[in-house]
Each structure stands twice: as C-alpha cells, then as structure tokens.
C-alpha cells in the first residue's frame, strides 16, 4: 500500500460505490487530495482516501476495491504509522456494515446516515 496523490482516475473507478453511499461528490474529493487536505493510499485492486480532523483523527473517509481480505489489515497498519507519525491519536472509518467483520478489534461508535462508525486508538 502507498500513498499517491495523482492516481484519482483509477481511485475514482475503485470509489465510486463508497461515494455515492457517503454523500460525497467525487471531484470535490480530488481537490481535496490534490489540496493536500486528504490523502489518497492505493493497493493492489483498493483505493482509499483520509483525511486529518482539527481533534486529531485520521478519518477514513472512502475505502473501496475488491478482496478487502486482503488488504485490509496492511492498510490498517500503514494508516496507523501515518497518523502516530503525523500527531493523530485516533484512527475512525466512516462505512457500510459489513467493514465490522474486518475490524472486530476497532470500537463501535453507532450509525450516522446509514454508515457505520469505527474507531481505535493509534
């Protein structure tokens, strides 16, 4: 897994599912990443994109792809080095329910317009 700022139109193929399930416009997103205000990690057949909250959270906004088996754990260690290494006590995932099975050791923090919340400590 590794961060890349410029590869938004296979991210974008990969996100378009999470997209409309969250609410959120694409192109929005990549200005955001182009802005350095989020960032964009890829995978092999994943993409996700973060962003740093004012309270010292590194929020998974968008994640999506094929095989998450696969992938999801290395994403969670790298995602957890980023943010211990950039002052981020937090790491929350904002998602579909069924990212609960991935992330049984993460808390539980309830539901917001339909995603499910999960967060653990960095």
């Not at 694409?26 to 309270?55: E, F, M, P, Y």
């Not at 290395?74 to 080095?81: C, G, K, N």
Request: aromatic share 8%; net charge negative.
């Amino acid at each position: 897994m590794y961060r890349d700022d410029d590869a938004t139109e296979l991210a974008g193929v990969l996100l378009e599912n999470a997209c409309k399930r969250g609410g959120h416009d694409w192109q929005n997103i990549v200005s955001k990443i182009r802005a350095s205000h989020c960032q964009l990690w890829i995978t092999d057949g994943a993409a996700l994109v973060t962003q740093a909250t004012t309270d010292d959270v590194l929020e998974c906004l968008l994640a999506g792809g094929s095989g998450a088996i696969n992938w999801t754990d290395e994403a969670e260690q790298v995602l957890s080095q980023f943010a211990a290494e950039n002052g981020l006590h937090t790491l929350r995932i904002w998602g579909r329910k069924g990212w609960i099975k991935y992330f049984p050791h993460w808390e539980n923090m309830g539901t917001e317009d339909g995603l499910v919340i999960l967060e653990r400590a960095t």
